[in-house]
């Protein structure tokens, strides 16, 4: 029997098992849903989400183009796992993807605050989201069935805080868009609907998993 063999049925850790594959390998993933009131619930089994294998790091972007975020895990010696978001109700969404001038052209670090019904989302650009992984660089935001943006404030890392409110956010709901913003500058609607059916390459890119 081999020494994975044996830790699926339950042997206790030995150093034979070393550098044969990790000790947290082969394990029910989880996938927890925020489902309000500070609460989250393990929704890996009834989504599918819950692969036994030595998993590693996730990317989250959308693959299909479709405006719904999806995610793939990297697994050791293994194939990875793409889970595609197939919602039916997931609402409209508004991906941002951010243009430094006076900051690192990628807008690494920069904080984007968008209000919208009433309600406040906050995203980051990240160079690095996980273990070894990197979510899409555009920020997402779902919109749910909110009908208008009342404003979105981006602080830029050069420190910089640019503000973008009224006429200019009112064709930004009713349809999926996808913007791109420039330090200093204005909205610059690239696509429209299934926005990243455009930009699926990279995306596809952004999500480097090693």
């Known amino acids: 029997m081999s020494h994975i063999e044996k830790y699926k049925q339950g042997f206790f850790f030995s150093n034979e098992f070393v550098a044969d594959n990790s000790w947290n390998g082969y394990e029910y993933n989880c996938f927890f849903a925020n489902v309000g009131d500070g609460q989250f619930m393990d929704v890996a089994r009834p989504t599918g989400a819950d692969g036994v294998k030595d998993s590693r790091g996730m990317g989250v972007?959308?693959?299909?183009?479709?405006?719904?975020?999806?995610?793939?895990?990297?697994?050791?010696?293994?194939t990875p796992f793409l889970?595609?978001?197939?919602?039916?109700?997931?609402?409209?969404?508004?991906?941002?993807?951010?243009?430094?001038?006076?900051?690192?052209?990628?807008?690494?670090?920069?904080?984007?605050?968008?209000?919208?019904?009433?309600?406040?989302?906050?995203?980051?650009?990240?160079?690095?989201?996980?273990?070894?992984?990197?979510?899409?660089?555009?920020?997402?935001?779902?919109?749910?069935?909110?009908d208008r943006i009342e404003s979105i404030e981006i602080t830029w890392p050069s420190g910089s805080v640019q503000r973008i409110e009224g006429a200019d956010l009112n064709a930004l709901v009713?349809?999926?868009?996808?913007?791109?913003?420039?330090?200093?500058?204005?909205?610059?609607?690239?696509?429209?609907?299934?926005?990243?059916s455009r930009t699926t390459v990279e995306a596809a890119e952004c999500c480097v998993i090693r």
């Not at 972007?61 to 010696?77: E, Q, S, T, V, Y």
């Open 61 to 78: 972007a959308d693959f299909n183009g479709d405006g719904r975020l999806d995610m793939i895990i990297n697994n050791n010696n293994e």
């Open 83 to 146: 889970y595609l978001n197939n919602l039916s109700k997931s609402g409209n969404a508004l991906v941002l993807k951010l243009i430094g001038t006076h900051s690192n052209r990628d807008a690494i670090g920069a904080c984007v605050r968008l209000t919208a019904g009433g309600k406040t989302m906050r995203r980051q650009v990240e160079a690095g989201s996980g273990y070894a992984s990197e979510a899409m660089l555009p920020l997402h935001f779902g919109l749910g069935s909110a």
């Open 174 to 196: 009713g349809v999926n868009r996808f913007v791109r913003i420039e330090e200093g500058g204005g909205l610059n609607e690239v696509a429209t609907a299934r926005f990243l």
